[in-house]
């Protein structure tokens, strides 16, 4: 199929793209790697009259370390920040997560921006970013904010960007050191999305008890799903099987994932307990070693 017809811009600047939104707004989208938005566009489930494409705006990708955080462009391209000495020194999670998107030909187009601000539930992405405690900066005609990861996505592919905004930069905040990290999923085939995700931190204590965790799960309710009830479980306590095995049971319960043609609601906490169980003791390992 072919898409409908539209009007296409190409800004040079982040200011032009911007002045663009607003002018058009509800009638544009914007065009990062195109990978979702282009499909959906020939499929004519997405009809924008205009398309504003950010490609070329080179002030949009980079990755850096900025007051000790790591700031990353949104149009930077999946595959560079897989690739970045940065993102595996400072957020190595996020690699892991990286790994997992689709394939390397998608991940050469994909953007970091583009899978966040298009907010599939089941995406890589978004679950790191929650578990990672991110900030997304956002900018529009009204000026640029700041808003947490935990707090962007407001159902499938709906977040909480206007029409006339962009995402600009990906922030996540130093890691402490020593804590180990795991991204761990089921997909059907290499490179499907997945039928369930999860994203594990772990920190351990000087007596070896666990005194931080973060677990997010994607493809286990409408948004990422940041399981608090497992989390707290694990805090304080000593890492053991018995104890993965209690946190998977929490966070399957904790979650709300639907029944579609991948796999029935009860399959995915099925797969959701398990995932949770192995990625703490993968992540557990790794802080054992210094993370
Ligand atoms: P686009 O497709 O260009 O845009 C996506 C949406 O976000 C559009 O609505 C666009 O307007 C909006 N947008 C983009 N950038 C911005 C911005 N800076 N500010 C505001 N709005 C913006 N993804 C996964 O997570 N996991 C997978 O396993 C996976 N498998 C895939 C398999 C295939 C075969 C394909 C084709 C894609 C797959 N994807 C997967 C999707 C891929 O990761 C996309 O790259 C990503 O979802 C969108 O990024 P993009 O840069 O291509 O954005």
Partial sequence: MKPAPFTYFAPRSLDEALSLLGQYGPDAKPLAGGQSL???????????????????????AYIRRDDGRLAIGAMTRQFEAERSDEVARHAPLLREALRLVGHPTIRHRGTVGGSIAHADPAAELPAAAVALGAEFVVRGPRGTRTVPAGEFFLGPFSTVLAPDELLVEVRIPAVP??????????????GDFAIVGVAALVGLGPDGRIERAALTLGGAGPTPVRARQAEAALLGAPPTEDLFREAGELAAREISPTSDIHAS????RRVAAVLVRRALA???????KGG
């Avoid at 489930?45 to 398309?51: E, G, S, T």
């Avoid at 609601?265 to 995915?268: E, I, K, S, T």
């Avoid at 993968?282 to 054992?288: D, I, N, Q, S």
């Fill in 38 to 60: 282009v499909p959906l566009m020939n499929f004519r489930l997405a009809k924008p009259r205009y398309l504003i494409d950010l490609n070329r705006i080179p002030e949009l």
């Fill in 282 to 288: 993968v992540a557990t390992e790794l802080a054992k």
């Fill in 177 to 190: 050191p020593g804590t180990g990290h795991a991204f761990l999923e089921l997909s059907r085939r290499h």
């Fill in 265 to 268: 609601a009860d399959y995915r």
